[in-house]
């Protein structure tokens, strides 16, 4: 089983704009991530796939692998689906740009998803964290999915789901982290099939294999790391690096 990692890098970003280029501890955030996933040694290659022509180079400069995006794309999804097109693969991660504290326990339990699936019934996995503060649980920056008993994903949402109106019950909460395992053909699918009003609602790409029975195998890390996508979180990433 050929599997690789693909970065996607947008250089626009409305709360933060550049925050992949900005300096964490004396290399952009960008590269700190690229370097992370290469450490984990779980992928045949790594690739930076970009929009910028900025990131492109940057990666390039360090030895690293990029790849500059020909189409438009809004989703890292899409972006994905043009580069790995062509490419002879059987499973590609998607390691989200903004995270450089990406860790080898959270990517591997993603990648044995797959060995465990002779079948072939999933068609993609991803990662799920426990939240217990009210403030994450109420907020429409933190993506919360539900799953059934064999921790598939029922939905996703900005929401607070479950609703707990039943006030002697404490369900668990859980963040989903944008980080992707796809079988080639589901992120190719992906990119073939129009957006659905759940998914432009919510603006969680995740949504759109929901929608067209796709089956995503959920996993859970505790594993939180810190996602920037705003400048306090790239001064938090720069105390936690140290």
């Known amino acids: 089983m050929k599997i690789i990692a693909m970065i996607p890098a947008r250089y626009a970003a409305s709360r933060f704009p550049g925050k992949l280029m900005q300096d964490l501890a004396g290399k952009p955030v960008i590269v700190r991530t690229y370097e992370a996933a290469v450490a984990t040694e779980l992928f045949d290659e790594v690739y930076v796939v970009t929009d910028s022509r900025l990131i492109f180079e940057t990666i390039q400069e360090c030895g690293g692998k990029a790849l500059m995006s020909v189409e438009e794309h809004e989703t890292g999804s899409d972006r994905i ?4 097109r062509n490419m002879d693969i059987d499973i590609v991660v998607n390691v989200q740009g903004d995270e450089p504290f990406t860790d080898r326990e959270s990517l591997s339990g993603l990648i044995e998803v797959f060995r465990q699936d002779p079948n072939r ?3 993609l996995a991803s990662l799920m964290t426990r939240i217990t503060e009210k403030e994450d649980i ?21 929401s607070v789901i479950p609703f707990p109106r039943a006030v002697d019950i ?3 909460y859980y963040k989903h982290k944008g980080v992707y395992a796809f079988r080639k053909q589901a992120v190719l699918d992906f990119k073939q099939l129009p957006m659905l009003p759940l998914e432009a609602a919510e603006k969680i790409e ?9 089956k995503i195998k959920m996993v859970e890390t505790h ?5 920037i996508d705003t400048p306090e979180d790239l001064e938090k990433a720069k105390a936690a690096w140290k």
């Open 81 to 84: 689906a043009e580069a790995v």
């Open 121 to 123: 019934e999933i068609d």
């Open 138 to 158: 109420e907020s429409p920056n933190t993506v919360k999915v539900i799953v059934d008993q064999r921790n598939f994903a029922l939905y996703f949402s900005r």
């Open 170 to 172: 404490s369900p668990a």
């Open 206 to 214: 995740a949504i759109r294999y929901l929608e067209y029975g796709k």
């Open 223 to 227: 594993v939180t790391g810190i996602e």
